[in-house]
């Protein structure tokens, strides 16, 4: 079945104009009706036309390759003006207790601000998401160890929330969706989010007709039923709703009841290439001119609902478009960001209510949230038609409250690149920032920077920073403590800085320590320890490369020093040295637990590594629990195998017992004696 893109009046059909929000904009414009949003659109897509044509001008490629400069001069007279639309310092949680047995919780960023992952527990039932499904498991005790219940996902799951009796799981999925396209001269069909045509034929994509089909964002919302007098989940879960956006997941955060989702949905992207008459001696700024006045011209015919693309609710088996609110829509200068929309999704965690947030024009990558704010970071645009633009980051921030409102506050910008969600941090009114700024354009390499910014009315100003450091290195991770941030760098050696945040109007850096390797997680150990997973290397930086432990005693910030270090005998990585869920340290009990996928020629390795790491006791391992024998043949190059990506998945702890589950299986020990299985269930 292929679902129509509807034909729509500008202020009706799935896009209306409902004020509920209160308007706080500073930095972005919000759209005050669907014919004022299309004008944004229209404005920006002029914008970065005129920035391509400027490009290709001044090297002289178009016009006659004379290198003319300014092509455009003065707006023609009569030409449509596309805007004229006719109308006027936390750390994550270490555990839990929802069921009256001590469990590990989801390793988080900020503590009581959930995030979403592949396995979940409340410390008698576990939830995995693996090989298309959810599955219900009965955890502890360990003797009751059984898969109970199972809910196919559509799609690929990605991750989910599990709390209060209800699941929201997150899944990419391909939807019947035509969504139209523009190649600087007509209509064809496109990939949501890019530029370019989709190919003919073949494809994980293709339908049989040679369409593809779009790829997008399933959020389902699962009941899971009530718990009996054990705690288990006795009845069958129920998909309660079924909701689909157009775009990429970017991530996610949990604030009691409220889910909010940022995707990055799809946007009209225009695609301006001068046809072969503009290049060369015979080619005139005249004939420029003409090109640019008839993209303008097909730019201003593009409606609405050509611009956005739907979302939708499957309803008894049916997709029903979903009303998009336009005064939910912001937009930032004219031609300052890529193509794409983040939009951030607030989802009720029980599945009642309306699915709806608001929209800011640009793709995202990184987010950051708090319990009071949430702050969306994307790349500042790469101008023109080279892509030689500015090394900064935009940042959006958003007011967070117990209700689903999400309400927009401010943005502002900081030099440079961030890292991953750990190079931000908020409080006290303070945004805290760590970057790395490319100076190449410029004759030198990079330095790094922590800045800090406050709202002020306009937007948000930066207010601090620490000035270069580490220069000719690029940051590994961050981490905020109270009023220190912790900053690793990497080019041979691996510095750790401690920086003083006390006063942001004077970052000020307290000390450093210079070791090879480097970070690339920091996990607080109280407030004068540091826990953190990296590389170790040689002192030329590349050799011996390992996957190294350490902790860092950092009471007394003038002066950090390494107390305790492991290094991995076995070639191979941890997925924890990129994703922190997989990081699970049980601050109960000073034990830690990490995947690792190791080989040997020929022999391969997928096994869950187990640590005692505490500031007295430094980093012992206690034992290694092996899952080799589930995967038999398995290709470290076949990402597929066995449902795709990193095969030993999490571990778990309840009470005294660990549970290490892989794309296998599950297998319980006592966290005492690491030898033997208690418990086992396989997954395939």
Same mark, same amino acid.
């Given at each position: 079945?292929?679902?129509?893109v509807?034909?729509?009046?500008?202020?009706?059909?799935?896009?209306?104009?409902?004020?509920?929000?209160?308007?706080?904009?500073?930095?972005?414009?919000?759209?005050?009706?669907c014919?004022?949003?299309?004008?944004?659109?229209?404005?920006?897509?002029v914008v970065?036309?005129?920035?391509?044509?400027?490009?290709?001008? &001044?090297?002289?490629?178009?016009?006659g390759?004379?290198?003319?400069?300014?092509?455009?001069?003065?707006?023609?007279?009569g030409?449509?003006?596309?805007?004229?639309?006719?109308?006027?310092?936390?750390?994550?949680?270490?555990?839990?207790?929802? *069921?009256?047995?001590?469990?590990?919780?989801?390793?988080?960023?900020?503590?009581?601000?959930d995030?979403a992952?592949?396995?979940?527990?409340d410390?008698?039932?576990?939830?995995?998401l693996?090989?298309?499904?959810?599955?219900?498991?009965?955890?502890y005790?360990? &003797?009751?160890?059984?898969?109970?219940?199972?809910?196919?996902?559509? !799609?690929?799951?990605?991750?989910?929330y599990?709390?209060?009796?209800?699941?929201?799981?997150?899944?990419q999925?391909?939807?019947?969706v035509e969504?139209?396209?523009?190649?600087?001269?007509?209509?064809?069909?496109?990939?949501?989010?890019t530029?370019?045509?989709?190919p003919?034929g073949?494809?994980?994509?293709?339908?049989?007709?040679?369409?593809?089909?779009?790829?997008?964002i399933?959020?389902?919302?699962?009941?899971?039923?009530?718990k009996?007098?054990?705690?288990?989940f006795t009845?069958?879960?129920q998909?309660?709703?079924e909701?689909?956006?157009?775009?990429?997941?970017?991530?996610?955060?949990?604030?009691?009841?409220?889910?909010?989702?940022?995707?990055?949905?799809?946007?009209?992207a225009?695609?301006?290439?001068?046809? !072969?008459d503009?290049?060369?001696? *015979?080619?005139s700024?005249i004939?420029?001119?003409t090109?640019?006045?008839?993209?303008?011209?097909?730019?201003? %015919?593009?409606?609405?609902n050509?611009?956005? %693309?739907?979302?939708?609710?499957?309803?008894?088996?049916?997709?029903? /478009?979903?009303?998009?609110?336009?005064?939910?829509?912001?937009?930032?200068?004219?031609?300052?960001?890529?193509?794409?929309l983040?939009?951030?999704?607030?989802?009720?965690?029980?599945?009642?209510?309306?699915?709806?947030?608001?929209?800011?024009l640009?793709?995202?990558?990184?987010?950051?949230?708090?319990?009071?704010?949430?702050?969306?970071?994307?790349?500042?645009?790469?101008?023109?038609?080279?892509?030689?633009?500015?090394?900064?980051?935009?940042?959006?921030?958003?007011?967070?409250?117990?209700?689903?409102?999400t309400?927009?506050?401010?943005?502002?910008?900081?030099?440079?690149?961030?890292?991953?969600?750990?190079?931000?941090?908020?409080?006290?009114?303070?945004?805290?920032?760590?970057a790395?700024?490319?100076?190449?354009?410029r004759g030198?390499?990079?330095?790094?920077?922590?800045?800090?910014?406050?709202?002020?009315?306009?937007?948000?100003?930066?207010?601090?920073?620490?000035?270069?450091?580490?220069?000719?290195?690029?940051?590994?991770?961050?981490r905020?403590?109270?009023?220190?941030?912790?900053?690793v760098?990497?080019?041979?050696?691996?510095?750790?800085?401690?920086?003083?945040?006390?006063d942001?109007?004077?970052?000020?850096?307290l000390g450093?320590?210079k070791?090879?390797?480097?970070s690339?997680?920091?996990?607080?150990?109280?407030?004068d320890?540091?826990?953190t997973?990296g590389?170790?290397?040689?002192?030329d930086?590349?050799?011996q490369?390992a996957?190294?432990?350490?902790?860092?005693n950092? *009471?007394?910030p003038?002066?950090?020093?390494?107390t305790? /270090?492991?290094?991995m005998?076995?070639?191979?990585?941890?997925?924890?040295?990129?994703?922190h869920?997989?990081?699970?340290?049980?601050?109960?009990?000073?034990?830690?637990?990490?995947?690792?996928e190791?080989?040997?020629n020929?022999?391969?390795?997928?096994?869950?590594?187990?640590?005692?790491?505490?500031?007295? %006791?430094?980093?012992?391992?206690l034992?290694?629990?092996?899952?080799s024998?589930?995967f038999e043949?398995?290709?470290?190059?076949?990402?597929?195998?066995?449902g795709?990506?990193?095969?030993?998945?999490?571990?778990?702890?309840?009470?005294e017992?660990?549970?290490?589950?892989?794309?296998?299986?599950?297998?319980?020990?006592?966290?005492?004696?690491?030898?033997?299985?208690?418990?086992?269930?396989?997954?395939?």
């Open positions: 079945m292929l679902i129509a509807s034909a729509i009046t500008a202020c009706g059909g799935r896009f209306t104009n409902d004020d509920n929000t209160g308007d706080l904009s500073t930095g972005l414009r919000r759209a005050q009706t014919d004022d949003l299309v004008g944004m659109l229209r404005t920006d897509a970065k036309l005129d920035q391509t044509i400027a490009d290709l001008s &001044q090297d002289g490629m178009l016009g390759g004379r290198g003319e400069g300014d092509l455009l001069g003065a707006a023609e007279p030409a449509a003006d596309p805007s004229d639309s006719g109308q006027d310092s936390n750390t994550g949680g270490d555990g839990g207790e929802e *069921s009256g047995n001590k469990y590990s919780d989801t390793n988080t960023q900020v503590r009581g601000v995030e992952d592949i396995v979940k527990t410390g008698t039932n576990l939830w995995v693996q090989n298309g499904e959810l599955r219900t498991i009965v955890a005790p360990p &003797q009751s160890l059984a898969a109970t219940h199972s809910v196919a996902i559509e !799609g690929t799951p990605i991750e989910m599990v709390a209060d009796g209800y699941a929201v799981v997150f899944s999925v391909y939807v019947d969504l139209p396209g523009f190649n600087g001269g007509g209509y064809d069909t496109m990939g949501p989010g530029s370019e045509p989709m003919p073949g494809g994980d994509g293709a339908y049989p007709d040679g369409y593809y089909g779009s790829n997008a399933k959020i389902t919302t699962i009941g899971l039923g009530e009996d007098a054990g705690g288990y009845e069958a879960p998909v309660l709703k909701f689909y956006s157009i775009g990429g997941y970017v991530s996610s955060r949990r604030h009691g009841n409220v889910v909010r989702v940022v995707v990055n949905e799809w946007v009209q225009p695609n301006f290439y001068p046809p !072969g503009l290049y060369g001696e *015979s080619a700024s004939k420029v001119r090109w640019r006045s008839e993209m303008v011209n097909t730019v201003n %015919a593009i409606p609405v050509q611009w956005l %693309a739907p979302r939708f609710e499957k309803i008894s088996g049916a997709m029903n /478009e979903v009303s998009a609110d336009c005064a939910l829509f912001y937009a930032p200068e004219e031609g300052s960001t890529g193509y794409g983040t939009s951030v999704i607030t989802v009720p965690l029980d599945g009642d209510g309306p699915v709806t947030g608001p929209s800011v640009g793709a995202s990558h990184i987010i950051y949230a708090n319990a009071e704010s949430l702050i969306v970071a994307h790349s500042e645009w790469s101008r023109g038609f080279w892509d030689s633009g500015h090394d900064s980051t935009v940042l959006h921030e958003f007011k967070l409250s117990d209700t689903p409102n309400v927009y506050v401010g943005s502002g910008s900081v030099p440079g690149s961030l890292n991953n969600q750990f190079s931000i941090d908020a409080t006290n009114g303070v945004v805290r920032v760590s790395t700024v490319s100076n190449w354009e030198g390499g990079t330095s790094n920077h922590v800045y800090t910014l406050r709202q002020n009315g306009v937007g948000l100003r930066i207010v601090g920073d620490t000035g270069p450091m580490a220069e000719g290195e690029h940051i590994e991770s961050t905020y403590i109270g009023d220190i941030a912790y900053v760098t990497f080019r041979q050696t691996d510095p750790l800085f401690a920086i003083d945040l006390a942001p109007e004077n970052p000020t850096v450093e320590l070791i090879p390797g480097f690339t997680y920091m996990h607080p150990l109280g407030d320890h540091l826990l997973i590389r170790h290397r040689g002192d930086g590349v050799s490369d996957l190294a432990l350490k902790i860092f950092v *009471s007394d003038t002066s950090p020093e390494t305790s /270090e492991f290094v005998k076995t070639a191979g990585y941890s997925a924890a040295e990129s994703q869920k997989a990081f699970n340290y049980y601050a109960e009990k000073g034990l830690l637990a990490i995947p690792f190791g080989w040997s020929p022999k391969y390795t997928s096994t869950l590594e187990v640590f005692r790491a505490t500031p007295t %006791a430094g980093v012992k391992q034992g290694s629990i092996d899952h024998p589930y043949g398995y290709n470290p190059g076949n990402d597929d195998y066995y795709g990506g990193t095969l030993m998945r999490r571990g778990v702890f309840i009470e017992y660990l549970y290490s589950i892989s794309a296998g299986a599950i297998l319980i020990h006592d966290v005492f004696d690491l030898t033997d299985p208690v418990g086992e269930l396989p997954l395939r």
